[in-house]
């Protein structure tokens, strides 16, 4: 989630010093960043849902395939499209 420190980020150097410059002046920018990655990583989580029951896959390996989507993102939802892909031209 958002890290309240912004100083922290100075370490980091030309890159470190522009994030701590945009947490010190804009601290809203990195919740309204985290907000859109959360409601992403939500989104995405509640397609693998719907591929999930395409795919005829069981409640509980569901559930994993949606908390592994939560948690990584698109990565783990292009396993799961690749699968679905691979379903129809069989």
């Known amino acids: 989630m958002t890290w309240y420190d912004a100083h922290w980020f100075g370490q980091f150097g ?7 410059l945009l947490g010190v002046r ?3 920018f990195f919740i309204a960043t985290n ?19 395409l795919l005829r896959i069981s409640r509980n390996n569901t559930l994993k395939w949606m908390l ?5 993102g698109y990565p783990s939802l292009r396993i799961l499209l690749s699968r679905n892909v ?4 069989r």
């Open 14 to 20: 030309v890159s470190g010093k522009f994030l701590e």
């Open 26 to 28: 804009f601290p809203s």
């Open 35 to 53: 907000l859109f990655a959360l409601i992403a990583h939500l989104g995405e989580s509640m397609y693998s849902l719907k591929l999930c029951n």
């Open 68 to 72: 592994q989507t939560f948690i990584l």
């Open 86 to 89: 691979m379903s129809r031209y």
